[in-house]
């Protein structure tokens, strides 16, 4: 996307695209795959229809950089110097950092829309009624809304199948709340509470033992008591801080652990310590490195205070573009900012979404124009049309070719 965009704003740019692997995927419509209602096959498209005419394609890995040198070095092709230098290097799945959790995702129980969503609709096909069990990790994760999205999915699935009866749908998060947004929280909270759902909040996955069918959390919360929302069908539970708890499940979904690739951990970009450990370490209204003035770092990698989507980086991009002109040029910055804006479209059923849009501190951020036409503090079937075809049209069509 911003490749696409530098070429069209000054197409004399030489600019080269390091990325070994080829092919690249549409992750946000993974959710939908996981419940039945994409191809998988359409989520992915050749690397190579990716590439923007006129711009190179260094089929390699970066490896280390040498940023006094302006370098980078790859595993095949040796090192590569640049003027200027945008790393997405986006983000890895830790499968070992959560214990027993490569060991249960080989068994027909466990799935992750994160790393194979169409077992996850396998599992979901199979599941005859019993604890159907979502989770999240408690590092950062890419699209933090993906894992209650498949959750309320499932739900509908097994009320459309008859088996919602025989069926405890439990959401287990280390977060305090559904929702970061208060306006969304809302809307949320009400479909938790009508669709008797078990919401558990201040539970962070710590193991599994798969050949139990047990997920272990410890109960994280700094004030401990009777949880607001900890609700419904005889598997509630009053935890003390730092108590175990441990989960039967039938089905067990979960995001990964996840981290910045570790060729950018190990790093000059990364934070050194402090809760950004290992992020790329960039301004956040900016996204320019603070120390090396000619690197910039959008997407899942970097440390910014936003959720980490694919809608995020739209509008981080124009921000890294025009400023990487404005450098180029001698000028100062541009006034284009980036303030933070993420959206998460929280599927909450078939057929119907809230899309949830907001900026930084959690401000609601919902596209005016939208505004208008329909109420985006509700779940609404036209977002939903949106989420199935629009936002998979406008990704291929519009962003990854620059166009937006
Ligand atoms: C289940 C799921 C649901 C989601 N739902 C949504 C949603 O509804 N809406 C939304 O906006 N977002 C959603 N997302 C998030 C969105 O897909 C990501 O935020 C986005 O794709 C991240 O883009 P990125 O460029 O940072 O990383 P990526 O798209 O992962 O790209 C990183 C690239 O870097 C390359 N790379 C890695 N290491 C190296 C190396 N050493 N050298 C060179 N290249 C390297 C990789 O090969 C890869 O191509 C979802 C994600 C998932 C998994």
């Known amino acids: 996307m911003t490749a696409a965009q530098l070429k069209r704003k000054n197409k004399n740019l030489s600019i080269a695209i390091l990325e070994p692997r080829t092919e690249h995927y549409y992750q946000p419509a993974w959710t939908l795959v996981g419940a039945g209602t994409f191809n998988f096959n359409s989520t992915r498209r050749d690397e190579a229809k990716m590439i923007p005419a006129g711009v190179e394609w260094i089929k390699d890995f970066a490896t280390t950089f040498d940023p006094e040198k302006n370098i980078v070095n790859t595993r095949n092709s040796g090192p590569i110097t640049y003027d200027y230098l945008v790393l997405s290097p986006g983000i890895q799945n830790d499968i070992d950092a959560l214990p027993g959790l490569r060991e249960a995702l080989e068994t027909d129980f466990v799935c992750s829309n994160y790393l194979d969503p169409e077992k996850t609709f396998r599992i979901l096909k199979n599941f005859k009624g019993g604890n159907a069990i979502f989770t999240q990790p408690t590092t950062p994760i890419r699209c933090g809304g993906a894992p209650q999205k498949i959750m309320y999915l499932t739900e509908d699935y097994l009320r459309k199948h008859h088996l919602r009866e025989k069926s405890n749908v439990i959401y287990a998060t280390p977060g305090s709340v559904i929702f970061g947004v208060k306006v969304f929280a809302d809307t949320l909270t009400d479909i938790i509470k009508k669709r008797n759902i078990v919401f558990k909040p201040f539970y962070a996955p710590v193991m599994i033992d798969s050949k139990k069918k047990e997920i272990t959390f410890r109960y994280v919360n700094p004030n401990p008591g009777p949880t607001a929302l900890t609700m419904n069908s005889?598997?509630?539970?009053?935890?003390?801080?730092?108590?175990?708890?441990?989960?039967?499940?039938?089905?067990?979904?979960?995001?990964?652990?996840?981290?910045?690739?570790?060729?950018?951990?190990?790093?000059?970009?990364?934070?050194?310590?402090?809760?950004?450990?290992?992020?790329?370490?960039?301004?956040?209204?900016?996204?320019?490195?603070?120390?090396?003035?000619?690197?910039?770092?959008?997407g899942d990698s970097a440390a910014l205070p936003t959720a980490k989507t694919g809608a995020a980086i739209r509008k981080q991009a124009p921000v890294v573009v025009d400023n990487i002109l404005h450098l180029m040029k001698n000028q100062?910055?541009?006034?284009?900012?980036?303030?933070?804006?993420?959206?998460?479209?929280?599927?909450?059923?078939?057929?119907?979404?809230?899309?949830?849009?907001?900026?930084?501190d959690n401000v609601r951020d919902s596209d005016p124009l939208l505004k208008r036409f329909v109420d985006t503090t509700k779940t609404q079937w036209s977002m939903w049309i949106l989420k199935k075809y629009g936002l998979p049209w406008l990704y291929w069509n519009m962003m990854m070719k620059g166009r937006m």
């Open 234 to 298: 005889g598997i509630n539970e009053i935890a003390s801080a730092q108590d175990l708890i441990t989960l039967p499940y039938d089905m067990l979904h979960l995001a990964p652990p996840q981290s910045a690739p570790d060729f950018i951990k190990q790093s000059p970009f990364a934070f050194a310590d402090g809760p950004n450990k290992g992020w790329l370490e960039v301004d956040i209204h900016t996204l320019q490195h603070p120390k090396y003035k000619n690197v910039f770092g959008i």
């Open 332 to 360: 100062s910055f541009s006034s284009h900012q980036y303030e933070g804006y993420s959206s998460c479209p929280i599927v909450t059923g078939y057929g119907e979404m809230l899309l949830c849009e907001f900026k930084y």
